[in-house]
């Protein structure tokens, strides 16, 4: 058993690790964590598509997660449940996603229509439909 000044100096040197390492643990949490998603998902609904929209203006404006949650207002689980499609926004959290994304609303929801029918389109193997009349020669 350690007694005086051997005893102050272990219990010092526990604190100061359990500080450290609390530090760390901080601060490793604040920074925001390298971006290892994929350039193309397969989205089979409109949800999933307004996500990859959503994450692709995320990754574009170098926001994380948790960064674009305090913006907004929500929790990063909200974020990621809407990036993958699993979360269905109001209009008003529709609104404040595109303000906080430095967007319009309008372009946010082009964007997803066209990513959705980008999709659809490739799974199916066809060419989309074009809207107008064809030209007779």
């Known amino acids: 058993m350690l ?14 690790y359990c500080h450290i390492r ?6 490793n949490w604040a920074m925001p964590r390298p971006i290892g998603i994929p ?4 989205v089979t609904n409109i949800w999933e598509a307004l996500g990859a929209v959503v994450r692709d203006l995320r990754v574009k404006k170098g ?5 674009l949650a305090d913006n907004l207002g929500c929790g990063v689980s909200y ?3 809407l990036e993958r499609g699993k979360m269905n926004p109001s209009q008003t959290r ?18 997803a229509k066209r990513t959705f ?5 490739s799974a199916q193997g066809t060419k989309p439909k074009t809207k107008g009349r064809r030209r007779s020669e």
């Open 79 to 81: 974020i990621s449940k």
């Open 22 to 27: 609390s530090i760390k643990f901080a601060f």
């Open 94 to 111: 529709l609104f404040d996603i595109a303000d906080a994304l430095g967007v319009e609303v309008g372009y946010l929801s082009n964007k």
């Open 39 to 42: 350039r193309h998902r397969e």
């Open 117 to 121: 029918e980008k999709s659809r389109v």
């Open 63 to 67: 926001f994380s997660q948790a960064t």
């Open 3 to 16: 007694s005086g000044r051997g005893q102050y100096q272990v219990i010092f040197n526990i604190a100061l």
